[in-house]
């Protein structure tokens, strides 16, 4: 069972669930990048929680995400990535 330490916070009115990954993340093919986020989104509205997931992952002295575009401008506001980590808040277990 994998666990991931996560930030479930409420942004301009929407739930978002956020997954800091390891760096290696990057390093994974668009194909295994989209199933482990429709494996962690599953995963989270199996544990109740509302909300978007969007995978975070450092990369070359900042980070990288996926979010859907409309919420682009919020992840490359500056500062973001640090705010993102100080809001872990829970923790979810997935298979």
């Avoid at 997954?19 to 668009?30: A, I």
């Avoid at 599953?42 to 509302?50: E, H, N």
Wanted: aromatic letters at 10%; proline letters at 4%.
């Amino acid at each position: 069972m994998a666990k991931f330490k996560i930030a479930h916070i409420k942004e301009q009115g929407r739930d978002l669930i956020i997954v800091p990954l390891e760096s290696s993340f990057e390093h994974k093919s668009k194909e295994e990048q989209s199933k482990t986020v429709l494996g962690l989104q599953a995963c989270a509205t199996s544990a109740g929680l509302a909300g978007v997931v969007v995978p975070i992952w450092e990369y070359g002295g900042s980070f990288r995400f996926i979010a859907p575009k409309n919420w682009h401008a919020f992840f490359l506001s500056p500062g973001i990535y640090q705010r993102l980590l100080a809001s872990i808040n829970k923790e979810l277990a997935c298979e």
